[in-house]
Structures are given as structure tokens and as C-alpha cells.
DNA sequence: GTGGTCTAGACCACT
DNA sequence: GTGGTCTAGACCACG
């Protein structure tokens, strides 16, 4: 039972949430390959929203690869090797590492917290990867 | 002379991308109280846009308290620095922070290239304040 | 101007229909990068279906680097850089040229006309492709 | 003995998977009429499919005349080969083609590879036809 | 039961 | 004006 938040007055786009939340849990090691997702009508009743606004959420994330629907069957993880070139890998992360340094270096926050926050996360990420398995 | 850079492809809005960059001169302390900002005509002049989305950058920044428009004279800051405090600080760079890891686990990035990519970008940024200065 | 036409009843999705065209367009060089296509309500009203069916289409053909919207300004032909890696685009490929093969041989066409019907079809695509330069 | 595959990712439906290889062995000579096909319970068994698709595919058959089921005897063929005019064969053809030309032009594919995929591919047929005789 | 597509219509964000 | 998101509800295809 995967427990999603969705906060309608963020800014954030409902499906965006959705994603979001989806791809921490596979981060963490909650979700993992061919896990079977809540069903479009069970999470859209779930979270009181549109089952279009899951369609979209799921779709962008089998876009993504890190999900694959069958007909009929339902929506599971899927074990992603991506397909996207190194430099565009490489492009996409800088632009999410430039976008926390710039904000970080706005409010005045030193490059050694920075640092030691990324090195959290990723610590987070690696320990419940361990975890679930 | 204040150097703000537009990238149309980047996602963002254009009247966000004027809003971050100023409020980051005002961060790294090129720009400081009682400065004054370039005209709205003059400004979209320079960066090639639309001057709608100037006033718009500029009323919110307005709303926010951090510049102050003074009838027929122009634009002037009036605020310096980030009023956050220690935790809401942590808070927001810790949510950037995981969405870089979490979206770099999901392209199959290891933490180190993920470590590396945060360094090269925190170094950038110490030179262009530097360079400003 | 463009000239989509749509087969409600060909059991392909519609936002399939309207996608293919524009890629064929744009392989045959009546499209190219730089270009806007006609804005989302305006194709809806032209084809006689629902705004969110273009929307789909479009966005779509963006996931697939083909096109960028731009909010506020429109929907433009990128010059598209693949961002798949090379085994990727392979695969692809190759699920269409079974398809192509396996479709002729139930048929009992033999291996040249295959051949032939697909030089063809190349050559149609550079032909056009040196015109539009 | 019928060798059927089943790719449950190739995004194809599995009663038309199951439909395109029962015709494609028609068109080889494998299977000719009065051949018996096998049961839907054991069909399904071997493929670990759902009974319900196999009946969707042999009833699809059946209704375009291809086989013939008789109460409590079982499955079996009544004609042997496609009845398409060389136009609509090489119509069809074309369509396929001109699919994968579009998409290998949209992946920035030369038109070598293309050839040499298709080639490639007729030559499997080709060698897997030479085996089932 | 599952997901896939489409419609009609609304409101918001951006230029 | 442009695109982006969301809702409500329908019908079809698949297993």
C-alpha cells in the first residue's frame, strides 16, 4: 500500500507529485522491479483526484522508463536500463545541480552544507536500496 | 551594469529567471539597498523579451518586499539579504537535493558522478562572485 | 498550412494520425526546424477534434525531441539531437523492419519488393529533404 | 507441433500476436487447409496465456474465414493463403515502410542502417523458413 | 477487472 | 493570444 500526498495547493501539478513521490519510493528501495503500482481507479479514488490526472502521472513515467502498463494486466515497475546518451544524462543532472547551488548560494548557504546535504541524501537513498533487498 | 542571462529552453519562466537572478546579485551583495534597478523598457531591451514579463518579475519582487518602485524616479532595492531562517533553509535545499538524487538513481547515475557534478557547479558559482567582485 | 487528415474510423488513434503526419512532413522537409506549427486550438478547430487530442500529439512528439512548445509563444520543430543511445534506436528500428518483413512474407511478397518499396521510401525522404534546403 | 512466441513488451496485443503467427505459417506452407490447430485449453497452456485471448484470436480468425471450428471435432484450417490484389499488398507494404523511414529519419538514422536492418531481417525469415521445411 | 482514448469545458500561467 | 493542468464522464480494447 503505497502512501502518496498530495498537497493541491502547492504550485506543484497534481501528476507531478504523483511522479515524484513514485520515483522516491523506487529510490528508496519500497518499490522495485516488477512490483505491480496501484491501479489508475484505485489510486485516483485513493487520492480524491481524476483518474486522467494518474493516466498522466503513469504515462509520463513509462515515458520516463521507470514504469511499463500492460493491457488488461495493470502498471509495474519495470528494472530500467536507460536509454538516454551519457551527455544527456549528464545535462539533465546538471540542471537540477545547478538549480539547488544557485538557490543555496541565494540564501547564503555555504558549498560545505551543500555538500554535506547531497552526501545525505544520497546516503539515504543507498541505505534503503540495501534494505529492500 | 547588471548581467542577467535568459535560457528560453530551460523550463523555467522567463519572469522566474529574471526574479532568481536578481534576487541572487542581491545574495552575493552586488546589489544592496538603495540600488537602483534598470528601467522596465531598458530591460527588456537588453534581454530581449517581452516587457510584460518585466513588470511582472519586477511586481513580484515588488509583493515580496524586496524592491520598492518610486513613482516617475525607477526601480530601487530595498531589502539585501534572505530573511530565511536556519531550518527553512535546510528544508529547501534538502528538497532540491533529493530530487538530484532521486532523479539521478532513476537514470542509473552513480553517487559519485552525481558528488562530482555538485563540486564542479558549487565552483562555478565561486567564480562568477569572485569575477563580480 | 498544413494538410492533416484524419480517419476517425481507421482504428488508429487519432493523436497517432495527427503525430505521423507531422513526422512525414517533417522527414519529407515541408518541415523544418525553426518552424511553428499551428497552435493547439487552432488544429483542433481546423480537424474538428477535442484541444486535449492535439495536446496529446504534441506533447507526445515533444517527449520524442521532435518538437518544443514554448508557453505563451507556440509549438516550434526542434533541430532534433537524439538523445537515445545507439542500442536503443537499433531496437527500434529493427521492431519496425520485422514488422515491415514478417507482414510481407505473410503476404507472400517476395524479398525485393521489400527492398525495393523501402529504397523507395528513402529515397522520397531525401529527395524532399534536398528541395526543402 | 506450432511454435508460437509470445513478447508480452512488444506492445502488440497478445491475441494478435498469437492471429499473425498462426497466419504467417499459413503463408509459409506450414499449416494448409484441413490442418487441425491446436485446442484452445492446450494453446493457452503452452503459451501461459488467458483461454479468453486464444478464443479472441481463433474467433478473429474465424470470422475472416481463415479457419474453421467444428462443434466438439476442434480447430481447423479452411484456406491456405492471403487473397490480397498485388496493389493492396504493395499498398499496405508501403505503409509499413514508409513507418520506418519516417521514424529512422525522426532518430537521425542514415539510410545505410536502415537498409541493413531490413536486410538483416529478411534474411532471419528467410533461414527460418529453410528450418521449418 | 485492467489500461487507452476521446470529448467538453474549465481555470491558470506565460508572453 | 499562447500552452499547461485538471475535472467529469464516456466508450473501447485487453486478459
Redesign the interface.
Known sequence: MLHIQIDPHSGIPVYRQVM?QI??Y??SGLLSAGDQLPSIRELSKTLSINPTTVVKAYSELE??G?I?S??GKGVFITQ??????NS???K??????????????????P?D???R??????D???IKERQGR
Chains 1, 2, 3, 4 share one sequence.
Open positions: 515524484d520515483k522516491y523506487m529510490a515515458h520516463a521507470a511499463e500492460r493491457q530500467s536500463k536507460s536509454t538516454l546518451t544527456a544524462r549528464e539533465a543532472l546538471r540542471r537540477l545541480a545547478r538549480q539547488l547551488v544557485v538557490e543555496a548560494n541565494q540564501m547564503g548557504a558549498p552544507q551543500v555538500m546535504i547531497v552526501e545525505e541524501e544520497l539515504q537513498v543507498q
